[in-house]
């Protein structure tokens, strides 16, 4: 079982950037995939960015160039780095973690918000 705390929303200008991360705890060696989604009022749940345990990266066509994903090696914890932040990016952000213990398992963070206005 697997247990995600994302942490590091907030309210930035437009331009300006935010740091989110999530942290991992529970049956961490058996995931496969973790990354990021967001959803916000009114839309679908969508994926942003995501890292595979082979690193492997991928972004949503909206994000690519201004956020990054990456793990952060000393600690348990996945990080998004988000640049060049547009009102667009406003939503709540949610970590996601994918493992396979026989069958896909799917677990989810609580949700950070972002709120990208001047």
């Known amino acids: 079982q697997v247990q995600l705390v994302e942490s590091g929303g907030g309210l930035v200008q437009p331009g300006g950037s935010l740091r989110l991360s999530c942290a991992a705890s529970?049956?961490?060696?058996?995931?496969?995939?973790m990354g990021w989604y967001r959803q916000a009022p009114g839309k679908q749940r969508e994926l942003v960015a995501e890292?595979?345990?082979?690193?492997?990266?991928n972004y949503a066509d909206s994000v690519k160039g201004r956020f990054t994903i990456y793990r952060d090696g000393a600690k348990n914890t996945v990080i998004l780095q988000m640049n060049s932040l547009k009102p667009e990016d406003t939503a709540v952000y949610y970590c996601?973690?994918?493992?396979?213990?026989?069958?896909?398992?799917?677990?989810w963070g609580q949700g950070t918000q972002v709120t990208v206005s001047s």
């Open positions: 529970g049956s961490i060696f058996s995931l496969y995939a």
């Open positions: 890292i595979t345990s082979g690193g492997s990266t």
């Open positions: 996601n973690g994918v493992l396979y213990a026989g069958v896909k398992m799917t677990y």
